[in-house]
């Protein structure tokens, strides 16, 4: 649906359009677009005679917060998104931490390897995108496994920077999978996007950890809520947008 606002003293008059072309006009202080799961984003109207909208966004769950993602797209285009995250305390920690079970695991010569991150700050990095209780491996091989893997599994006989292994079934099932890095890949596309190693790292992470819950993005729809999600948590790491650097994961 397409909206065009003219401004009437405080008031906005909403023309709408639907997906035939046929219009309907509105008077409107606000504007709400409310999501299938519960988000919505609200416009405030009212203020837009100073030239500005306010949004708002929303989410009718208490366990849950919806954030609001804006990001420059091409010439002057903006992105805009609604995620949805766990309620946060003033501590900056989930008000309901999800338990973690994480295992670390190392192929062949991997062991070591410079630039590999801590079991800290892998586990950190896994929290961080984890909204249910979760039993995570989180494994680093080398170029000859990764390849082995992508080709047994998906038939694609190359290498990929993350392969992500989910066990759970059903939304009921215990979160559950196994996430595979590797690390030539993740190493060489670092240093092609000119992004730290870390923050490399951080981010196949999260992406892998959200795929292990059940995230895709084989749609334009699926691919815009799982980069806005990665972007907000990463952002709430200390990182840079991922996806300024259009180096998108497997």
Request: some cysteine; charged content about 25%.
């Amino acid at each position: 649906m397409t909206v065009n606002t003219n401004i009437k003293n405080a008031a906005a008059s909403l023309i709408l359009f639907d997906a035939d072309g046929r219009a309907r006009k509105t008077q409107a202080h606000a504007l709400r677009v409310q999501l299938a799961d519960g988000r919505s984003l609200t416009v405030d109207l009212s203020q837009a005679a100073d030239g500005v909208l306010a949004l708002l966004a929303e989410h009718t769950d208490d366990r849950q917060q919806a954030g609001l993602l804006v990001r420059p797209d091409n010439h002057d285009a903006l992105s805009v998104a609604v995620t949805a995250t766990p309620l946060v305390t003033t501590t900056g920690t989930p008000a309901t931490p999800p338990e973690l079970d994480l295992a670390l695991q190392y192929g062949n010569g991997m062991r070591g390897r410079r630039g590999l991150p801590t079991q800290r700050k892998v586990q950190t990095w896994v929290k961080s995108a984890l909204y249910a209780d979760a039993a995570l491996t989180v494994r680093f091989v080398g170029e000859e496994e990764g390849r082995g893997l992508n080709r047994s599994y998906r038939g694609k006989d190359y290498a990929t920077n993350v392969l992500t292994f989910a066990y759970a079934e059903h939304e009921s099932d215990p979160v559950s999978g196994d996430i595979v890095l590797c690390c030539p890949v993740v190493e060489r596309e670092a240093r092609e996007q000119k992004k730290p190693l870390e923050a490399h790292y951080a981010h196949l992470i999260v992406h892998g950890v959200l795929h292990a819950q059940g995230y895709e993005h084989e749609d334009d729809a699926e691919a815009e809520e799982m980069e806005a999600i990665e972007t907000e948590t990463l952002q709430a790491l200390g990182f840079a947008d991922p996806y300024l650097v259009r180096g998108k994961a497997a």
